[in-house]
């Protein structure tokens, strides 16, 4: 029998999202993500939907069993000094954050959408 290699191909974290116009609001308008596509089984049901930017994919989702609010994820940037000078050009109502260096050599950018969960942007700093 010929053996093959196995090959992980990509990571989709679900978040969970409690309020959908907050969120959509946050992602969209704030962190510049773009809506692939919004699943209900039927009206009146929870959300699962799926948002986007650049190589990035993260799900959001409304159902009670998928997650917990309150998770976090970490989401490698290029060029994070730009990602930062975007979001403070915006002067957002609900959300103002810095870039920080950080003793471990990267550049990072923390924000939390509406239901609380952590979104860490970070570069890697020359060695």
Request: charged share 25%.
């Amino acid at each position: 029998m010929a053996s093959t290699e196995i090959r992980f191909k990509s990571l989709t974290p679900i978040l969970r999202m409690i309020d959908e116009q907050q969120t959509k609001l946050f992602y969209e308008q704030f962190l510049g993500f773009h809506i692939d596509w919004e699943h209900r089984f039927e009206e009146g049901f929870p959300l699962y939907m799926q948002i986007s930017r650049g190589g990035i994919l993260l799900h959001l989702s409304e159902h009670y069993g998928d997650c917990n609010p309150g998770g976090a994820v970490r989401i490698e940037v290029e060029n994070i000094e730009d990602f930062h000078a975007e979001l403070a050009a915006q002067k957002f109502k609900y959300a103002r954050p810095g870039l920080e260096t950080t003793e471990w050599n990267t550049r990072e950018v923390t924000v939390r959408d509406p239901s609380g969960n952590k979104l860490l942007f970070y570069e890697n700093l020359p060695k």
